[in-house]
Structures are given as C-alpha cells and as structure tokens.
C-alpha cells in the first residue's frame, strides 16, 4: 500500500512540475473540441400522430370493398412521402427560399426523402416525424405534409375511378362484339341444325333429351291405348238407350267427339301453344277428321225409349281417349322425323357437331367474362358514387405537429462537457508521458536502482525570496488560465442555452 501511495505521489509531482504544458493541451484540446462541436449543425424533430380511416356507404360485405381497406392504407404511407409531395413541401415552406430552381427544389425534396418517417403504430394510426434545421421549419414540414394529403387524396381516388371506369367501358364494349358474333353464330347453327330437337345445348345433349321424349311418349302412348281399350269395353256393354221413356233428339258419337277436340284445342291454346306447337297441328287435324264425320252422322229422333245418360257420357270420354291416343301418336311421329331428318344432316355433314361444340363453348367463355366485368363495372360505378358523395378516407389529427424547444441532435451540453474532460485528461496524460520522455529520478532510490551505486544523500531545493515570489505569481496565473477554461466552458454552455431560447 505505501509503494502504490508512493507510485501515485511521485506522478502527481511529475503532472505538477509539468501544469503548465498540461494547462496547454487541455487549452487546445478543448478550442479544437468546442469549434468542431459548434460546426454541428442542430436538428429539430416535429411529431405528428394522424388516424387514418376509411369511410364508405357500402356495405361492410361488399366484395367490391374486398381487400380495398389495406390497400388504401398503404396507398396512404407511400404518398405522403412522393416525390411530388416532397417538392410541394418544399415550395410551402421556408425551403423555398434556399431553392430557385426546379434543380434545387428536386435536392431538397430528395434530402427531405431521409428526413421524414412514417411509422404506423396501429392498423389505422401513424406518427409523422420530420426533422429539420430549426423548429419552425420542422413543424412546417410536418403541417404541410398533412395539408397536402387532405386536398389530394379525394381528388385522386375519384380521378382513378373514373379511369378504371373508362377502362371498363372500353372492355365492355369489345366483349359486347365479340358475344353479338358468338350469338349471330349460335342462333344460325341452331336453326340450321337444332330448331326441331327438343331442349338446349350441344347437339348430344338435345339427341338425348329427345330420346328421352321419345320414351316418355312411348309410355304415355301405351296407358292411353290401355286406357282406350277398357273404354271401348265398357261402352259395348252399355246400352245406349233406356226402353219406356220419351224419345229425345241426341246428338252421336261424331258429334261428342268433335266437342271433345274442341275442348282440347281451347285447353292447349289457354295454356299458350301456337298454331306451329306440334299438339296443336294434331289436334286441328282431328278436328277436321271429326267434323268431317258430324256433318255425316244421322241425328237420333223420337223413339221406343230414351237415351241412356252413361252411354253417351262414355261416348265423350272415349271421343277424349281417342284424341289423347291421336295425339301421341301425332307427336310420336313428328318427334322421330325430327330425329331422322338431322341424323341425315349429321350424316352429310359430319363436322356440325363438333362446330357446334365449339360454338358453344365460345359462347359461354365470352358470356361468362361479359357478365362477370358488368358486375365489376357496376361496383366500380357505386363505389364511384360512392365516393363523390361520401368522404371514402378520413384523416384525422390526433396530435398536430409539436414546437420543438430542444434539438433532438446533437447533444452540446454533453458534447462541450465530454471535450472539457477530454482536455483535462489529455493535458493530464501530456505532462505525464512528458515526464517519462525526461532522465530525471523524482527520488533517490530510483536513482540508486537505475545507476546501481548507493546515494550518499540528497539535498533539498532552497528557494530564495525572489524565486517564491515568481512560483506565487506563476501559480496565480496558471489558476487564471484554468478558471479562464472553465469561464469558457460556462461561456459555451449559456450561449448554447440562449440559442435554444432564441429557436424556440
């Protein structure tokens, strides 16, 4: 312990004996350390916090809002930071006046790029920091920026739906050409081809809807004739008139007939078939048959007896079997010539069902993609409505841009305080290193370990009057020149503390 005491007084001596080089390296450490910390230029931080919420009269499960949310979100962050944004910024403030030039306009709008951040603190809400020289042009910047983004970003929405909806017409109107073509091609082949078959489709889809006519009309066919047989049956087993009452003139079974046709064909024209409908055709083929047969049937006079009620009402429903029966016959017939006239038309042109197919499939690819874009062009439409009667985005500010009073960098008062230490210590260390540099022996005992020969004594130093005189006066102006560099360092301090006032 009293070795490493020693140590330490012995390097006290040597910095002591040597203070006025160390009050001199202190003294230019710190003018070098003070001039470079002054030339940093100081920057000033202007926070802003803006909830950004998108509004719109649609409904909540629209799919033409699908996805659109997050998109204009991040249509937010990229336009508050454009290029052309950043240029307007700067011809709204100050900047402008250090700018005369589109040139310069464009550095500063690129040195703007590096000193802007946008952080999104939640899904809707943001934090605009700008960072310039002063505190004014900070919170400009970060006004303007804001400014800028509430009068341009209704007016761009709504310009990019009326192009999207110019986009959309013109696409229309291209598809809309190419399905008159498809439809122009469609309806040909298929009154060429197809008019006579049964329901819709390609061609093996109508040949098998009509075989599957063509067998359902087989079975109507069989229980009508069922039907007619049991009839006929039973009206040969009635007797057609009852013996003891007064004759009655009755009209025959012609003429029962001919009213029962009739009935029919009214039935099928309230039902709306047309004189082309084939059970229409059948049916007023009947007719001219039964009426053929009326006009030659007898009228029954004054007889023996009276005529039987349940005679003649199987003669009507057996005159309404009989026609049923005809006119599945009829269709029956029609059906299967249908069917034989374009399996001849296949025969002697092979190609049509694959013309068709084809046909078919282009029709329905460009009816699918006409639908599908009007129903996109519509949303397109209401949305665009939407947004010029509505506000689609809000921009609300929740925190306006804040007045900095402190630079956020640099730091002078720590950096004037850390170069003030640094001198003390380098002028500290300078005097030391100077005191190794020099062969002299602060003790005696260091002189006899580096000589290797024993010291006989030493003799102290003898001041006389006018040699204290000078170390009292060289004391006081080496206390002087230390004060002075701590007067200079508070000196440094205030005017740091009076340019923040000043800037704020």
Sequence with gaps: MTGLYEEVR???????????????????????????????????ESRARVFVQMRSVLPAGDPSRAGDEQRDIDTVRQTLTSSVNLEKVVRGTDLAKTASTDREVADRAAGLQNAIKITAQQDN????????????LASSITQKLIDIFVETNLSD?????AQTLQFLDGQLQSLGAKLQDAEAKRTEFQNSYLAALPGTGSVSDRIGAARSQMSQIDADLSAASSSLAAMQGQLAATPATIAGAGGTVEAGPARARLAAIQGQLADARGRGYTDSHPDVIALKAQLAQAQAAARNEPTGGAGGGA???????????????????????????????????FSAKLASDPEAAAQQGEIERNYSVL???YDRLL????????????????DAVKFSVIDPPTQPRTPTAPNRPLLLTGVLIVGILGGIGGAFAMSKLQATFPTAQRLEKASGMPVIGSIGEMLTRQQSELRRKRLRLFIGG??????????????EMLQRGLAA
């Design 10 to 44: 012995i390097a006290v001596h040597a910095v002591w004996t040597r203070r006025w080089l160390a009050l001199g390296v202190a003294w230019g450490i710190c003018l070098l350390g003070w001039l470079a910390v002054s030339q940093i230029p100081s920057r000033y």
């Design 125 to 136: 809400l943001f934090e605009i920091v700008s960072t310039a020289a002063t505190p004014k």
């Design 157 to 161: 929405d709504r310009t990019q739906s």
């Design 307 to 341: 005529s039987n009620p349940a005679y003649l009402s199987l003669q009507s429903m057996l005159a309404e079997r009989q026609a049923n029966v005809a006119a599945l016959r009829m269709r029956k017939q029609q059906l299967q010539s249908d069917l034989d006239s």
């Design 367 to 369: 009816k699918d993609q």
């Design 375 to 390: 129903a996109q062009r519509e949303q397109v439409n209401l949305r665009s409505q939407a947004q010029t009667q509505t």
């Design 482 to 495: 230390a004060g002075a560099l701590a007067v200079g360092y508070v000196a440094l301090l205030g005017v």
